[in-house]
């Protein structure tokens, strides 16, 4: 019989699944395998060139001369902007400012004296510089009054939170209220006399030398100018120091408190920036290419949800340097004790890439 003529037997289905998975599933699997295995070591898991850090920008706000610190308006991890007054230093010691009004007062009395027993031909300049010094003599009692509010402002802020604390009983705790709103009042009103008569005073011409008999080079007139020197410097010793946040970012740092005593360019508080504007990494001995400006690199962050920017090196450093301890940490390596030399190399921060400053990453060079 001629088995062309025989009607073939059908396979079973599950004979044919049979083959399928013991013949052509394993190869089709292992084909994947090596695929995705090679898509993830091109992609994900080559080995990093180096390690870069995000750059951390601070920047620190001194005193530019000694006093006290009056105000402090900010605290740890506020945000700031970039000219905003954080706080006040109060340069005038008060009691050496007492002592320089207290000889301001006695040498304008002195001056007052000085002018009784004028003549009548001499009664029109002597009238107009008596103003003067009545003026100045105001000015010397409200900047007296200023220093001791400032005083007081600052022994109330001292003892408040002692108050909050039970250390400072209500009566010491509201006479210091007491005084503070005293002397307040009192700056007011004097600050208004002192306002009402300025502008009288500038709107006086001098008296002519001839008709009166006396200029202003006289030696009363000159006096009256030394005073009113002497003057304008306690009032603007009086006047506190500004502190102005240099960048924008967070307080970081604190490391005076309101009340004590700072020194012409001491740190008072530490400034951080929230966005760093380059990395900066080391590659280490051997180097194994030359990196120049304008190279490619790939930059992969160590998060949990990975992710990668293109960037390049913004520049190249001439000289070996000390690899920074943060990086030589990221980089898994043990403690030296001779500090590790490296190759700096900076690079740009690639747009829509966030990261923290002080972050670490792993940098690929093309």
Same mark, same amino acid.
């Given at each position: 019989?001629?088995?062309?003529?025989?009607?073939?037997?059908?396979?079973?289905?599950?004979?044919?699944?049979?083959?399928?998975?013991?013949?052509?599933?394993?190869?089709?699997?292992?084909?994947?395998?090596?695929?995705?295995?090679?898509?993830?070591?091109?992609?994900?898991?080559?080995?990093?060139?180096?390690?870069?850090?995000?750059?951390?920008?601070?920047?620190?706000?001194?005193?530019?001369?000694?006093?006290?610190?009056?105000?402090?308006?900010?605290?740890?991890?506020?945000?700031?902007?970039?000219?905003?007054?954080?706080?006040?230093?109060?340069?005038?010691?008060?009691?050496?400012?007492?002592?320089?009004?207290?000889?301001?007062?006695?040498?304008?009395? =002195?001056?007052?004296?000085?002018?009784?027993?004028?003549?009548?031909?001499?009664?029109?300049?002597?009238?107009?510089?008596?103003?003067?010094?009545?003026?100045?003599?105001?000015?010397?009692?409200?900047?007296?009054?200023?220093?001791?509010?400032?005083?007081?402002?600052?022994?109330?802020?001292?003892?408040?939170?002692?108050?909050?604390?039970?250390?400072?009983?209500?009566?010491?705790?509201?006479?210091?209220?007491?005084?503070?709103?005293?002397?307040?009042?009192?700056?007011?009103?004097?600050?208004?006399?002192?306002?009402?008569?300025?502008?009288?005073?500038?709107?006086?011409?001098?008296?002519?030398?001839?008709?009166?008999?006396?200029?202003?080079?006289?030696?009363?007139?000159?006096?009256?100018?030394?005073?009113?020197?002497?003057?304008?410097?306690?009032?603007?010793?009086?006047?506190?120091?500004?502190?102005?946040?240099?960048?924008?970012?967070?307080?970081?740092?604190?490391?005076?408190?309101?009340?004590?005593?700072?020194?012409?360019?001491?740190?008072? @508080?530490?400034?951080?920036?929230?966005?760093?504007?380059? @990395?900066?990494?080391?590659?280490?001995?051997?180097?194994?290419?030359?990196?120049?400006?304008?190279?490619?690199?790939?930059?992969?962050?160590?998060?949990?949800?990975?992710?990668?920017?293109?960037?390049?090196?913004?520049?190249?450093?001439?000289? =070996?340097?000390?690899?920074?301890?943060?990086?030589?940490?990221?980089?898994?390596?043990?403690?030296?004790?001779?500090?590790?030399?490296?190759?700096?190399?900076?690079?740009?921060?690639?747009?829509?890439?966030?990261?923290?400053?002080?972050?670490?990453?792993?940098?690929?060079?093309?």
């Amino acid at each position: 019989m001629d088995p062309r003529l025989l009607t073939p037997i059908p396979t079973p289905p599950a004979q044919r699944w049979r083959e399928v998975r013991l013949i052509y599933l394993p190869r089709v699997v292992f084909a994947l395998g090596v695929m995705v295995a090679a898509l993830l070591w091109t992609r994900w898991v080559a080995p990093a060139t180096l390690v870069a850090e995000a750059d951390i920008v601070q920047a620190d706000v001194r005193s530019a001369q000694a006093g006290v610190l009056a105000s402090l308006k900010v605290a740890m991890l506020q945000p700031v902007r970039a000219g905003e007054i954080v706080g006040h230093v109060a340069t005038a010691n008060p009691r050496l400012l007492e002592a320089t009004l207290a000889v301001i007062r006695a040498e304008v009395g =002195m001056l007052s004296a000085t002018m009784q027993g004028a003549t009548d031909r001499q009664r029109v300049v002597l009238e107009f510089e008596r103003l003067q010094l009545d003026w100045m003599s105001h000015r010397v009692e409200l900047a007296a009054l200023k220093g001791r509010l400032q005083q007081t402002e600052a022994d109330l802020a001292r003892a408040e939170p002692l108050h909050r604390t039970g250390l400072v009983t209500d009566e010491s705790f509201d006479q210091l209220k007491t005084n503070r709103d005293a002397l307040a009042a009192q700056v007011n009103e004097q600050s208004r006399l002192v306002a009402q008569m300025e502008p009288v005073i500038r709107s006086f011409a001098s008296p002519d030398a001839q008709t009166a008999g006396l200029s202003s080079e006289t030696a009363l007139a000159a006096a009256i100018k030394v005073q009113e020197a002497k003057l304008r410097l306690a009032e603007e010793e009086l006047t506190p120091v500004a502190l102005v946040a240099p960048i924008d970012g967070v307080v970081s740092l604190v490391l005076r408190r309101l009340g004590e005593t700072v020194t012409a360019g001491e740190i008072i @508080l530490r400034i951080s920036a929230t966005r760093s504007e380059r @990395l900066t990494g080391f590659i280490r001995q051997p180097i194994p290419f030359e990196p120049k400006p304008g190279m490619a690199a790939e930059i992969r962050t160590r998060t949990t949800s990975r992710q990668s920017a293109n960037t390049k090196i913004l520049h190249v450093g001439p000289v =070996m340097e000390a690899i920074s301890p943060t990086l030589l940490a990221a980089m898994r390596l043990p403690p030296m004790q001779v500090p590790e030399p490296g190759l700096r190399i900076q690079f740009a921060l690639p747009e829509g890439l966030t990261l923290r400053p002080g972050e670490h990453v792993d940098v690929i060079i093309r």
